[in-house]
Nanobody
Framework: QVQLVESGGGLVQPGGSLKLSCTAS????????MAWYRQAPGKERELVAT???????MYADSVKGRFTISRDNAKNTVYLQMSSLKAEDTAVYSC?????????????WGQGTQVTVSS
């Protein structure tokens, strides 16, 4: 059974920092590209950051220079370090695992963790 479990969300003041974690089980973590998405109330889900199996990273323009995605294959965990947080970063953050092998695609989602940026 595949599980992605996010943690680390919460309430933080503008300008503050949070570190999200997503721990996977039931998959060969090291072969999966991992990503963080977020969805704010009334808005479409947005891709925040990705990290490939080879640790190449990509960021949405809105978070570039403020967020850092990383992974620890020994712990089956992907992280999202968020700094200089703004009110507009408020959303439910979810992690995603995706892999394609021999024309077969595996895609899994976590349940999400709430991040609220407010004074």
């Amino acid at each position: 059974q595949v599980q992605l479990v996010e943690s680390g969300g919460g309430l933080v003041q503008p300008g503050g920092s949070l570190k999200l974690s997503c721990t996977a089980s039931g998959i060969i973590f090291r072969i999966y590209a991992m990503a963080w998405y977020r969805q704010a109330p009334g808005k479409e889900r947005e891709l925040v950051a990705t990290i490939t199996a080879g640790a190449d990273t990509m960021y949405a323009d809105s978070v570039k220079g403020r967020f850092t995605i990383s992974r620890d294959n020994a712990k089956n965990t992907v992280y999202l370090q968020m700094s200089s947080l703004k009110a507009e970063d408020t959303a439910v953050y979810s992690c995603n695992a995706n892999a394609t092998l021999v024309l077969h695609n595996w895609n899994y989602w976590g349940q999400g963790t709430q991040v609220t940026v407010s004074s």
